[in-house]
């Protein structure tokens, strides 16, 4: 399965014209993300709001992730203060990945913004969490919190953000994108000893994990012939066939 590191803003004083902060918000954000992001199997570590960009840094380049997701709003610079609106979705250049990545979600955001010709995807080398984590790192500016239009649309358009990132996670994954719905517990059922729980809804795709016969799972979501189950602490896809609900 995927798995991606979630980075939501530490910065605690970066206030929004409206109300609130930075790190609040995309704190929500991260917050109506991760359901999404459940559903369609994907894995997810997240900072929390009392470490930093750096320590988030360190906490992402220690494990194996297969992306570095950070989710900020931006502020434009003195003398300009209010008067910029726009998303930026940056990626390091020469990462094939990152790019690919991020124009997925510059792309999706397009849909949702009101000025899609104000959102777009750019490479830079000035930014911590895009040149410092080993995983290909995207770093969202969700527009302008200095901006009362941007502002406004970004605390407005929470679930929407959040929607349209995760459907892009799972095209650049390549998994399907599959709503929340309401967890269902079961068992395993074979006829022989464990059932196969792979990286994505296809017999051919790499084992996860094995579950025993009459293990108990926590179905997240379903796929066609295909759950997304829980077990033990992993997420990973079961063919149905094998899997009973109770």
């Known amino acids: 399965m995927p798995i991606i590191y ?55 380049n220690a494990g194996r992730y297969d992306l570095h997701l ?7 610079p003195e003398g300009l203060y209010g008067q910029r609106r726009g998303i ?18 510059a792309d999706g955001l397009k849909t949702i913004y009101p000025l899609p010709n104000d959102v777009r995807a750019e ?7 895009v040149k410092q984590p080993i995983a290909p790192s995207v770093f969202i500016e969700l527009g302008y ?14 679930d929407a ?8 996670l799972t095209e650049f994954f390549g998994v399907p994108f599959l709503t929340p719905r309401a967890y269902q517990n079961a068992v ?28 108990r799972l926590t179905v997240i979501n379903q796929y066609r012939n295909w759950y997304v189950v829980r077990y033990e602490g992993i997420v990973g896809w079961a063919n149905a066939d094998f899997v009973t609900l109770v």
């Open 188 to 215: 395993v059922d074979v006829n022989w000893g464990s059932l196969n729980i792979r990286d994505k809804p296809d017999s051919a795709s790499y084992v996860v994990t094995r579950a025993p016969d009459g293990s």
């Open 88 to 105: 930026i979705v940056f990626y390091y250049p020469g990462s094939s990945q990152g790019q690919a990545a991020a124009r997925l979600v």
């Open 123 to 129: 490479p830079t080398t000035t930014i911590g969490e």
């Open 161 to 168: 953000a959040a929607r349209s990132i995760a459907l892009s």
């Open 6 to 60: 979630l980075s939501p803003s530490t910065q605690e004083k970066n206030f929004y014209v409206n109300g609130g902060t930075e790190e609040e918000w995309m704190n929500k954000l991260a917050d109506a993300l991760e359901p999404y992001l459940t559903a369609s199997g994907i894995r997810f570590t997240r900072n929390t709001p009392d470490m930093t960009a750096a320590s988030s840094i360190r906490a992402s």
């Open 145 to 158: 919190h200095d901006n009362r239009d941007d502002a406004v649309w970004i605390k407005n358009n929470i």
């Open 70 to 76: 950070a989710l900020h709003s931006n502020a434009a």
